[in-house]
């Protein structure tokens, strides 16, 4: 484990070497809303229903995250950005024993903890008081650990080291200085299954909301007024 994430973190610093190429080092918080959703083709008879799950969508676990940004590349309409990240996701479960007494499911929650390297390629547009982006890209996951007391026998068995794409949008008030405000929205869903076994399958989604603070170059500022500047000739 320890080995990856020196790996992952070697790679970023490798990726910004060439000063030149760096466009912005940044920071953010993220609250973040999972779920996941399973599908069972066997007969209820074929399976047990207190350890496999039926054929349903998890509710939202609620979670947060957190990371570092790099953004590269010497264009003002296109950037590479490129993160490493910790990042909670799972899913809040009706569990299907139910409660001798009352008949009531007993709710469960299933946790997952990931270092992950997300890069992505970041369009942007520059307007008078802010510049918004489209960001298409893919995440490099690694399971740090888990708690699943729901349906272990499959959410236990997801995908240690897992690719998943992601897409975002963000904006980026102007503002006069090196230190700026982004706020980014990503959508990350599975394409490919975290558990097919058994006639099973299951598959996560995520969202997550991010807020942070971005250090630019000054003379790289995203909007620098055009207006032509006066030069005393005295």
């Known amino acids: ?96 024993m139910k409660d001798p007494v009352t008949g009531e499911r007993d709710s469960r929650v299933n946790k997952y903890k990931y270092v992950a390297w997300n890069n992505f390629l970041k369009f942007r547009l520059e307007s008078f008081n802010v510049t918004s982006s489209l960001l298409l890209g893919a995440r490099l996951e690694y399971n740090l650990g888990k708690s699943t007391p729901a349906y272990d026998f499959v959410a236990g068995n997801f995908k240690k080291l897992w690719i998943s794409p992601d897409v975002g949008i963000g904006f980026e008030p102007y503002a006069y200085g090196k230190i700026k405000i982004l706020t980014e929205l990503h959508y990350n869903p ?41 030069h005393d000739p005295y």
């Open 1 to 96: 484990m320890k080995k990856i994430i020196a790996v992952c973190c070697l790679a970023l610093v490798v990726q910004n070497t060439k000063a030149q190429f760096i466009q912005g080092l940044g920071i953010f918080g993220a609250g973040t809303s999972s779920r996941h959703e399973y599908i069972n083709n066997n007969t209820p008879a074929a399976t047990f229903p207190y350890l496999y799950p039926e054929k349903h969508r998890s509710m939202e676990r609620i979670s947060w995250g957190a990371g570092i940004i790099a953004e590269m590349l010497p264009f003002r309409g296109f950037r590479w950005q490129s993160e490493i990240e910790y990042i909670n996701k799972g899913a809040k479960e009706i569990h299907h």
């Open 190 to 230: 599975d394409v490919r299954r975290q558990y097919n076994q058994n006639n099973i399958l299951a598959s996560n989604r995520t969202w997550e909301l991010r807020v942070g603070i971005m250090w630019r170059k000054k003379k790289l500022n995203d909007l620098d007024c055009n207006a032509p500047r006066y």
